[in-house]
Nanobody, 125 residues
Framework: QVQLVESGGGLVQAGGSLRLSCAASGLTLARNAVGWFRQAPGKEREFVGG?????????YYADSVKGRFIISRDYAKNTVSLQMLSLKPEETAVYYCAASPELVATPRAAAYVYWGQGTQVTVSS
């Protein structure tokens, strides 16, 4: 049984940083593209960024977070992390990680088969 579990969410002041982690069981994340999405109350789910499988391992970010967010892999721990810098209040949302059998990360949510339960990130002004 595949399970993705996000951790690291919490409350942070505007301009602060958080590091989210996505841990997998029953699935080797290195063999999958992994995406990060977020959903704020009353808004649609939004692609934040993703990282392609280990053979390419290139990261791809939404324009809104480019230069502030960094996605990386820890192969030994079978995790993917999302480092978030200079957070803004409007980035308050539930953040989800997801795994796709496609090799290259994509902003298409439908491409992702496995999803975590999400972790709340709240950025205060």
């Amino acid at each position: 049984q595949v399970q993705l579990v996000e951790s690291g969410g919490g409350l942070v002041q505007a301009g602060g940083s958080l590091r989210l982690s996505c841990a997998a069981s029953g699935l080797t994340l290195a063999r999958n593209a992994v995406g990060w999405f977020r959903q704020a109350p009353g808004k649609e789910r939004e692609f934040v960024g993703g990282i392609s499988w280990h053979g390419v391992s290139s990261a791809y970010y939404a324009d809104s977070v480019k230069g502030r967010f960094i996605i990386s892999r820890d192969y030994a721990k079978n995790t993917v992390s999302l480092q978030m810098l200079s957070l803004k209040p409007e980035e308050t949302a539930v953040y989800y990680c997801a795994a796709s059998p496609e090799l290259v990360a994509t902003p298409r949510a439908a491409a992702y088969v496995y999803w975590g339960q999400g972790t709340q990130v709240t950025v205060s002004s």
